[in-house]
């Protein structure tokens, strides 16, 4: 699963969702320019400073809108497969089904696994039965259990650490997760009221995610996530009451193949909602937390996502978009949509 995204292909496909259809590219370096001035025409625009890298619009009124930035701390929850073992090939156990073609044990190598951790299959994935290799990310926990936990050496240099290394990426992609969430939310500027209880949130999983092996395997998870999402929580609450107007709640709510093409879903609770397959073509998700939100096989074509809060690689991936689609700058467009 870790080919799903290797490196080379994630930093073109990280340049395409800065600048995709229908943009105005800045020259890297600039800054957003101030409404009144002329250097930017009306369009989005993409733009970088120093190691942050922005994606913005200049409205007809001439105001200027720049969205999350993509920051060190969210490069680092990408997937690098390069650093990895491919520890999603390996730890976790597979059923055959219409995400995976194979039945596979925990602690198995998908036998399209290579000597160098790279897929046999890559390019190949979808038509070979593996969409579900297409869509997993594990927010960067490959690498960091690798390099970090484990020092650089492989299940396969040191036989004997494998399933200590497997239970450990399982608890480091939680953690992985929980870091994503706390990382967008720092950056959010409505939750600026929230950030230093935040900051000493997000100190509190560095330093989990940094245990040694043996602390870090029996790490409680749950009881961590539970600390987190409250403040999660008030963050949500914070930025939806941005919203123009008040955003539905449909916290948990069951929206299977529900038609919402074109819904206004500004500011919407969709926490943990099960939007499998549903219709949101051109819907508008800006503002609308989407934290756990089923999105599998979701028709996102043409709809915004832009300023959604708590979405994840992990649920675009899941779903179906095309070049459309606006995503916030911290996620790619997958290779797999139109
Ligand atoms: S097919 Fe196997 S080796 Fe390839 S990404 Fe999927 S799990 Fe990994």
Known sequence: MSRALQSGESRAAARESHVSAGESPVSAGESPVPAGESRVSVGEFSVSAGESHFLGAVTETGAVRVDLPITDARRELRADCERC???CCVAPAFAASSDFAIDKPAGQPCHKLQDDFRCGIHSRLRESGFAGCTVFDCFGAGQHVAQRTFGGRSWRDEPATAPQMFAVFAVARQLAEIRWYLVEAIELPAAAALRPELQAAAAENRRLLDLAAGELVDVDVDEHRSEINTLLLRTSELVRAGAPREGVDRRGADLI?????????????LRGAYLIGADLREA????????GA???GADLRGARLDGAVFLTQFQVNAARGDSRTTLPAALLRPPHWA
């Open 294 to 296: 089923d999105l599998r």
């Open 85 to 87: 073992f491919g520890l």
């Open 284 to 291: 508008d998700l800006r503002m609308a937390d989407v934290i």
């Open 257 to 269: 193949g529900k038609r919402m093409r074109r819904a206004d879903l500004r500011g919407a609770n």
